[in-house]
């Protein structure tokens, strides 16, 4: 008897504990002290983003809340802005030097984004930054941050309202391997004296004009070289004379770039290019423009004087 009256006892709490595991105690947590609007990657420290100066680089952010599990917070409405005025203060702060992005380099694709009764991420915002108004030399600092934010129950993070982007300029990669001399006035051989060592990155190889033929040589020379497609405005050239002679190096050199190989920009005209050839050599350009084909015109050259010429590497940059 006692057996039985165990077994049913035990089949009864059984039941009980079967019916309260399916039907869980569903409790809400709220954390006040973490429950507040923040802006994706906001922190202290700044972000930092590469950028190609040829193409435009676009970055993701949205905002959101945590510490609770009730996401019934009614309907929030957030205003997203680049507060430049922000720069200095980081600067101040930091002891940095950067520079605000000029208002034409970079937009955002909304400034109002919305947090619905029920969720705790807004609609995502883009931002957008033109890799033309990035100078190498220079960094830039862009701070995304809540300018307001109305409705619902929850207030902003002060501290964590900010994203601040740090943008600077990916090393472009000219491609130069890709190059072709497509026209020109004379070079000494194809091989060792020709065109295309310019820009082979070795400055221990060299053009030479040719010397001996009486309808190539002399001055001016020229040639033009097809960078293969549109490329960034060139800040400046890198100049290399040649290592193993001085006499008749290159003098009066002149660049130009163009679209269509047939209307010209002159972006530099360097009077007198110093003979050092224990140097790299450093020439920024006055003109800077965007193209696809670059020419070079030697216009005069140093003593002696002959009717040649010659140089060893020219990399733009």
Not at 103 to 129: F, Q
Not at 200 to 227: A, Y
Request: hydrophobic residues 35%; contains cysteine.
């Amino acid at each position: 008897m006692k057996t039985k009256i165990t077994l049913v006892v035990s089949m009864i709490c059984g039941a009980f504990i079967f019916s309260s595991c399916g039907k869980p105690y569903e409790e809400v947590i709220e954390l006040q002290q973490f429950m507040y609007l923040t802006l994706s990657e906001s922190a202290e420290s700044p972000v930092v983003k590469f950028v190609e100066t040829d193409k435009s680089s676009t970055y993701t952010l949205s905002v959101s809340y945590g510490g609770t599990t009730n996401y019934r917070q009614g309907d929030i409405a957030v205003e997203i802005g680049v507060d430049n005025a922000l720069v200095d203060a980081y600067n101040a702060k930091n002891s940095t030097n950067y520079l605000s992005l000029p208002a034409e380099a970079w937009s955002l694709d909304k400034t109002k984004v919305s947090i619905p009764d029920g969720s705790r991420v807004s609609d995502p915002v883009n931002l957008t930054v033109q890799g033309s108004y990035i100078d190498e030399e220079h960094q830039y600092l862009v701070p995304v941050t809540i300018k307001s934010a109305q409705g619902g129950h929850i207030p902003v993070n002060e501290k964590q309202k900010t994203t601040y982007y740090v943008v600077q300029s990916k090393p472009y990669d000219w491609e130069k391997s890709t190059w072709e001399v497509i026209a020109l006035r004379s070079e000494w051989s194809s091989t060792d004296w020709a065109v295309k060592n310019l820009f082979d990155g070795n400055n221990k190889t060299r053009w030479h004009s040719d010397p001996f033929n009486g309808e190539l040589n002399g001055l001016p020379q020229w040639f033009v070289v097809d960078m293969k497609k549109i490329r960034p405005a060139i800040k400046g050239f890198l100049i290399w004379q040649r290592h193993d002679d001085i006499g008749n190096a290159a003098k009066n050199i002149v660049f130009f770039i163009s679209d269509d190989n047939e209307n010209w920009t002159e972006i530099l005209d360097i009077p007198e290019v110093t003979q050092d050839n224990s140097v790299e050599l450093d020439y920024k350009t006055t003109n800077p423009v965007a193209g696809r084909y670059l020419r070079v015109e030697i216009r005069a050259n140093w003593p002696p004087n002959s009717p040649w010429t010659h140089l060893a590497e020219i990399a733009p940059y």
